[in-house]
């Protein structure tokens, strides 16, 4: 991985730019991550929020209940709808973003540390069972 990295929507409406290594890389197995993605799973990558930044656009933002507090943040493209950032709360000053993976410019690099919300995945989702599980949220990255 090359610092900074970048990534965007589809389209190419959104671009964004971060300047520090990731947090954390996990795939997150939730419903709500299922149904956002079409698929088993949301694959992301936590950054420092100082470190992430748009570089051209706005992001639009769609809220999900969260059973750890309020609502998730989800941010799309207005344009093309492209899911680009996740794991945020409503009202929150989170000191991380989490990006989805699909959406760098270069996704080859992401390495999953952990599955979380294990506890709803699908029967065919198939895991690696090489990394750590959790049935809901891992232990958290930074401190609150």
Known sequence: MKIPFTGGCVCGAIRYEC?????????????????????GFAAAVLVPAEAFRLTRGQLRYHFTPSIRRGKHKRGFCPECGSRMTGAEFEGDDSQFVGVLAASLDDPSWFQPQMDIFVSEAQPWDQMDPAIPKFGQYPPSPVKE
Do not use: F, N, V, Y
């Not at 520090?20 to 698929?39: F, N, T, Y």
């Open 19 to 39: 300047t520090a290594e990731p947090i954390m890389m996990l795939k997150c197995h939730c419903r709500d991550c299922q149904q956002i993605s079409g698929g």
